[in-house]
Nanobody, 126 residues
Framework: QVQLVESGGGLVQAGGSLRLSCAAS????????MGWFRQAPGKEREFVAT????????NYADSVKGRFTISRDNAENTVYLQMNSLKPEDTAVYYC???????????????????WGQGTQVTVSS
């Protein structure tokens, strides 16, 4: 089992930027694909971005493509989500997640991920 702790959320004006971090512990971080998901009030949790265990392959939801960037530092056991040009519709709780299986990829299916952080709130004002 892996423990995940997100940080970096907050309140920002539309057009602004935030960088989320997710620190992992408990297993060999570098073997597992990681993902970011978000959940707005009254909505289901949705895929935002994933990154392969190697860091060489990334996938993004169409709604964030070109604005968000996922990255990872395997030496620091941390995955990041750089969010630029934020919009009010990006407001949500953002969750970090770790893939269930090592050396496997994901296109963003929630069922691929077995460990989740507690979430960090991102609020974008108009």
């Amino acid at each position: 089992q892996v423990q995940l702790v997100e940080s970096g959320g907050g309140l920002v004006q539309a057009g602004g930027s935030l960088r989320l971090s997710c620190a992992a512990s408990g297993r060999t971080f570098s073997r597992y694909a990681m993902g970011w998901f978000r959940q707005a009030p009254g909505k289901e949790r949705e895929f935002v971005a994933t990154i392969a265990w190697s860091g060489t392959i990334t996938n993004y939801a169409d709604s964030v493509k070109g604005r968000f960037t996922i990255s990872r530092d395997n030496a620091e056991n941390t995955v990041y989500l750089q969010m630029n040009s934020l919009k009010p519709e990006d407001t949500a709780v953002y969750y970090c997640a770790a893939h269930r299986n090592q050396f496997r990829g994901s296109y963003g299916d929630r069922e691929d991920f077995g460990s989740w952080g507690q979430g960090t709130q991102v609020t974008v004002s108009s």
